[in-house]
């Protein structure tokens, strides 16, 4: 296939944009109109078929794909070739952009060599709200202009979102510390109040720094300095959760977990927990039913040396290897969401609860030694 195939006009035209070396081509199939991203601007093509639309826009990516890579094939073909010869660098990258194709756009979304500059182009190229989530997992473009853009993209498509997992994440990626200014966090974090999808969003993406105050537990003093000269992870652990900052945190799962809609909003929120005590767990989730965990931790003797704290110190145990596990004997493989996977985890929902309050609230006899 050659450009001569084209309709007279639109192959005088593409010439004209090519030889303008765009930096990314997209094409809207529904006009059939195709754009150009260049140095200053953009350049527009209404197309004018001369055979099916399928058929000439298969032409068309064809023809894109000879300039832009020296092979009419196109994608996926060519990235095979280029993936197996270790060359997804760059150059590769640039190229990739310029087929008009929005999987070989996402190909560069999800590329190791992604940089803040290709990420904008790339975001020109397809505005997906799955491409802005791929694209802000790269440090270099979440600390980048384009960071900022794709986070405002995805706090602001948020409405429109319907699934709660691309929820969590969306908010999970755009909230990450550093991406937009606090204030902005914060505006979503009193916007979560009633989505408990978008408070899942904020554990993961900083547990140890969500967009609100919080006082530390009230002995929080008493038991500091003597924290301070312990060594090891549970004394950390349980520095970390009286403070301010895991108050806030702990508090915060506690809302999530007093009425759960769904079983993607459990299983992250697990997750992040075990994650927040991962240092008690260096092996990972040790997939394990709330009973085992409570016995072990029941079992534990580093927790009997904790004292006034040793309550606190079993429940940050338990806490540390909340998995599927914990919820599998209960849920055996059923997909159930609101109240009715609620009344079949009242249980486990119910353990976990009283843990989180041991951590919360001090017993009422506090001056155990």
Not at 2 to 8: K, M, Q
Not at 141 to 154: D, I, M, N, Q, Y
Not at 212 to 231: I, N, T, V, W
Not at 276 to 299: C, K, N, Q
Request: glycine share 8%; hydrophobic share 40%.
């Amino acid at each position: 296939m050659s450009i001569s195939e084209l309709s007279s006009e639109d192959a005088l035209r593409l010439n004209v944009l090519l030889a303008n070396n765009p930096l990314a081509i997209r094409i809207h199939e529904s006009s059939m109109t195709l754009y150009g991203l260049l140095e200053d601007g953009e350049s527009s093509i209404s197309l004018n078929p001369n055979r099916t639309d399928e058929k000439y826009l298969k032409l068309i990516r064809s023809v894109l794909s000879e300039r832009a890579l020296g092979n009419p094939q196109g994608y996926p073909l060519y990235l095979q070739r280029w993936t197996r010869m270790g060359r997804m660098r760059d150059e590769s990258l640039n190229a990739l952009l310029k087929l008009g194709d929005p999987d070989a756009v996402f190909a560069v979304v999800c590329a190791e060599g992604l940089t803040d500059e290709l990420a904008g182009r790339a975001w020109w190229a397809s505005t997906e709200p799955e491409n802005a989530r791929r694209m802000l997992q790269t440090d270099s473009v979440a600390r980048g202009e384009t960071g900022r853009a794709l986070a405002r993209f995805l706090v602001e498509y948020l409405p429109f979102e319907t699934e709660t997992e691309t929820m969590i994440e969306s908010v999970r990626m755009a909230m990450r510390p550093g991406v937009l200014p606090e204030e902005e966090r914060r505006r979503l974090w009193q916007r979560s109040s009633r989505k408990l999808p978008y408070l899942v969003g904020f554990i993961a993406a900083a547990a140890d720094d969500l967009p609100d105050g919080m006082p530390a537990r009230s002995d929080y003093q008493k038991h500091c300095e003597r924290l301070l000269q312990l060594d090891g992870p549970m004394a950390g652990l349980l520095r970390k959760s009286l403070s301010s900052e895991g108050q806030l945190f702990l508090t915060t799962c506690q809302r999530i977990l007093v009425k759960p809609p769904t079983q993607d909003v459990l299983t992250t929120t697990f997750d992040v927990i075990r994650e927040y005590f991962s240092g008690l767990r260096p092996v990972g989730d040790p997939d394990s039913t709330i009973d085992e965990l409570l016995a072990t931790a029941e079992a534990s003797q580093d927790a009997a040396n904790f004292g006034a704290l040793e309550a606190e110190a079993r429940a940050i145990l338990v806490l540390s290897g909340l998995g599927y596990g914990v919820l599998r004997p209960q849920l055996k493989g059923s997909t159930a969401s609101g109240g009715l996977m609620r009344r079949k985890l009242s249980h486990v929902l119910q353990i976990i609860g009283q843990q989180l309050e041991r951590l919360l609230h001090p017993p009422v006899d506090s001056h155990r030694d």
